[in-house]
């Protein structure tokens, strides 16, 4: 594929894609299931085939649930033949997070799809992340629907700072001489004193500042940094939930 078809790639599609290269590869990306369910095929599944049985309805509930655990376990374990579990378990989940964006598409079409689907997977991977590190204290068959959850949770409150954040343009348009009394300059200045009082690093500042000010896709930088599109918005969700709860203590102004 050439560079600027992947370029013009949506957050999700690009998760899709390299999911594509973990399948079709010479050795492809598998897991073995057959000893959670005898039903099971009892061989090695590749991604793809997983991912068809996880949506087939003759998947029970719990089978569908331990697969998922198992699946969540392995972006834990250290690679050594090229795995990528961690864009195999977001792929896995794509068709029911696809029709979480489809709805706010719908809903809300006047937000830009890309963050929109960012937020979505920003929101899945963080559940995924701290589901795993209590695994054994939930129930197997409720981690598909809890991590969907999640990621619709995450692309609502995504929705709402946004909404806020027009409001508060709209409403500093309206009454210039206030806007002009404000005694931090602008968003740029604001990430400067969340760096100067340790709120965020310089790394975070610049990494908010490029893609939320600057208009830079995360996907642009993960490229840059040689990481997943997902692992990338994932920084730039923690950096900001480090910013606003700063902004609500207190500790920023502007």
């Keep these: 594929m050439c560079e600027n078809t992947a370029a013009r790639m949506e957050p999700m599609q690009a998760v899709e894609e390299a999911f594509r290269r973990l399948v079709e590869r010479s050795h492809p990306l598998t897991l ?18 997983l991912r068809a049985l996880l949506l087939h309805t003759a998947v029970g509930y719990q089978t569908r649930g331990a697969i998922w655990a198992r699946l969540l ?39 830009r799809q890309e963050e929109v689907q960012q937020a979505i997977l920003a929101g899945f991977w963080e559940a995924a992340v701290e589901l795993r590190e ?7 068959g409720r981690i598909p629907a809890s991590l969907c959850w999640s990621a619709d949770r995450a692309v609502r409150a995504y929705r709402a700072g946004e909404v806020r954040h027009a409001e508060a343009r709209a409403e500093l348009d309206e009454q210039p001489d206030q806007a002009a009394s404000v005694p931090v300059g602008g968003p740029d200045q604001v990430l400067r004193q969340a760096v100067a009082r340790e709120v965020l690093t310089w790394e ?46 207190g500790l920023l102004s502007g």
């Design 32 to 49: 073995l299931v057959g000893d959670l369910d005898p039903a099971l095929p009892q061989h090695p599944v590749d991604m793809a085939a």
């Design 73 to 111: 376990r392995r972006t834990a374990a250290p690679g050594r033949y090229g795995e990528d579990w961690d864009t195999a378990v977001c792929a896995m989940a794509l068709p029911g997070l696809w029709r979480i964006a489809a709805r706010l598409r719908r809903e809300s079409p006047e937000l």
């Design 134 to 140: 209590r695994l054994d204290c939930v129930e197997a």
């Design 204 to 249: 975070q500042a610049e990494l908010i500042a490029r893609t939320r000010l600057d208009g830079v896709a995360v996907r642009v930088l993960a490229g840059e940094a040689g990481i997943s599109v997902e692992a990338m918005g994932m920084r730039r969700h923690r950096a900001e939930l480090l910013l606003a709860r700063a902004a609500r203590a």
